[in-house]
């Protein structure tokens, strides 16, 4: 399986402040995702990470509130701008590797939990 | 509509007794993949299994055991003989195939909190 890094693993944030978390991959990686978990709930994909190109957001995520930058294989970032406290939540990136047999299957970084004040 | 659907929220048992987490799933696509990951207290979310749609053979590993089932779109956890370090939430997630072949993004179900105590 792949080794993924979350920076920072915690941090407690003002609100009207941004903050970028970037995750690193020890190989490369062709999918990679961002997800938020809020506080006792389940986990919610924010945006696929594409390399080279913009990310592809879900319904409800939007660029200015959440960028990512993907600029190579092995590494992305994700913003959380102008936070407020809705946006206290944990924050994990996850990429696609192989298994088993050559399947493929989703690996997830130790996510970034964030609490704004 | 794709879906997943954990409906026990918390289950608690006693040390060595087995456990049966539920998972059912909706989805019109032929083509799937269905998964179960572990998230301890820390927070890290941990890999268990991969089942694609098309291979229903039950699967086991050690204390823990899956069952597919597609006539009634269930893929169970079983835990036999639990333990305090089981103690976690279980999440069970479909995805599905992107254009090119590879995995997409994963629909997750609420979790259910399993607590084992000695």
């Known amino acids: 399986s792949a080794v993924i890094s979350q920076k920072p693993s915690r941090d407690i944030c003002q609100r009207g402040t941004s903050l970028t978390i970037q995750c690193q991959v020890d190989s490369q990686v062709t999918m990679m995702f961002w997800y938020r978990q809020q506080p006792g709930q389940s986990l919610t994909l924010i945006a696929t990470a594409n390399q080279g190109s913009e990310a592809t957001y879900e319904s409800g995520f939007v660029i200015d509130k959440f960028p990512i930058s993907r600029p190579n294989l092995t590494f992305s970032t994700l913003t959380v701008s102008n936070m407020s406290p809705e946006d206290s939540s944990i924050y994990l990136c996850?990429?696609?590797?192989?298994?088993?047999?050559?399947?493929?299957?989703?690996?997830f970084g130790p996510g970034t939990r964030l609490l704004v004040l | 509509a794709q879906k997943v659907t954990q409906a026990q929220t918390e289950i608690s048992v006693v040390e060595k007794e087995d456990v049966t987490l539920d998972c059912v799933y909706e989805?019109?696509?032929?083509?799937?993949?269905l998964f179960w990951y572990k998230q301890p207290p820390s927070g890290e979310l941990v890999f268990l299994i991969r089942?694609?749609?098309?291979?229903?053979q039950n699967e086991i590993s050690g204390r823990y055991s899956w069952n597919f089932q597609k006539s009634t779109s269930s893929f169970n956890f079983t835990i036999t003989a639990s333990q305090v370090v089981d103690s976690a939430v279980y999440f069970c997630a479909l995805s599905h195939p992107r254009v090119g072949g590879s995995q997409g993004n994963l629909i997750f179900g609420k979790g259910t909190k399993l607590s084992v105590k000695p």
């Open positions: 996850s990429v696609v590797f192989l298994w088993d047999a050559g399947q493929e299957t989703q690996y």
């Open positions: 089942r694609n749609s098309f291979d229903e």
């Open positions: 989805t019109r696509d032929t083509t799937y993949y």
